[in-house]
């Protein structure tokens, strides 16, 4: 069983940046996804980014603002979100998927705002 642990939230103003970590404990492979994801109230929770050893992915609302990064020795992974707007307000999930793992954090709450 893969368990997560977010942390790197927090109150940001409108142009600023945050990052987010996430340690994972528990068998993890390189092709298992690891990523972000943020959910609002009363919106379903979407992809913000993912990434394996095959490459990244983002969302196309920030692409270009936010950075995924993984260490693969340490099972961490990184959001470094940039340019932040206060549509990026939410909670945000990080997430283990594939080959029988779908595992979710607690979440930590990002807030953007002036």
């Known amino acids: 069983q893969v368990q997560l642990v977010e942390s790197g939230g927090g109150l940001v103003q409108p142009g600023g940046s945050l990052r987010l970590s996430c340690a994972a404990s528990g068998p993890i492979f390189s092709l298992n996804a690891m990523g972000w994801y943020r959910q609002t109230p009363g919106k379903s929770r979407e992809l913000v980014a993912t990434?394996?050893?095959?490459?990244?992915n983002y969302a196309d609302s920030v692409k270009g603002r936010f950075t995924i990064s993984r260490d693969y020795a340490k099972n961490t992974v990184l959001l470094q979100m940039s340019s932040l707007e206060p549509e990026d307000t939410a909670v945000y999930y990080c997430?283990?998927?594939?080959?029988?793992?779908?595992?979710w954090g607690r979440g930590t709450l990002v807030t953007v705002s002036s």
């Open positions: 990434i394996n050893s095959a490459g990244t």
């Open positions: 997430n283990v998927a594939g080959f029988g793992v779908d595992s």
